[in-house]
């Protein structure tokens, strides 16, 4: 079965990862993606200013190797591109 088609506890299962950890990294890869577009940044120049190649920033944007990404690479790329993020708890359900 191609990566694509999978869901997403179905591909942390196959990876051997933590759902939750996977779906809040792809959360925050929608939202680089939307920023960077927002703000007609380049792929090639936010990588120049992150330190990372433009293919990394493609594929990191494209959502491969989510698992392998880590929070602070994504919260840096969101810092750059102007934004702050704060850690609050859940609310109650």
């Known amino acids: 079965m191609a990566w694509k ?3 997403v506890e179905k591909l942390a299962k ?3 990862v933590n759902v939750s950890e ?3 990294k792809q959360k925050l890869i929608q939202l680089i993606l939307k920023i960077r577009k927002e703000q007609k940044v380049s792929q090639a120049a ?3 200013k992150a330190g990372v190649t433009q293919s990394r920033i493609a594929q990191i944007e494209s959502g491969i190797g989510t698992s392998k990404v880590t929070f602070d690479v994504l919260l840096n790329i969101l810092i750059i591109l102007g934004y702050d993020f704060k ?3 859940k609310k109650a359900a």
């Open 46 to 48: 936010l990588a120049k």
């Open 14 to 16: 196959s990876l051997g």
């Open 5 to 7: 088609e999978m869901n």
């Open 22 to 24: 996977v779906r809040e």
């Open 87 to 89: 850690i609050m708890p």
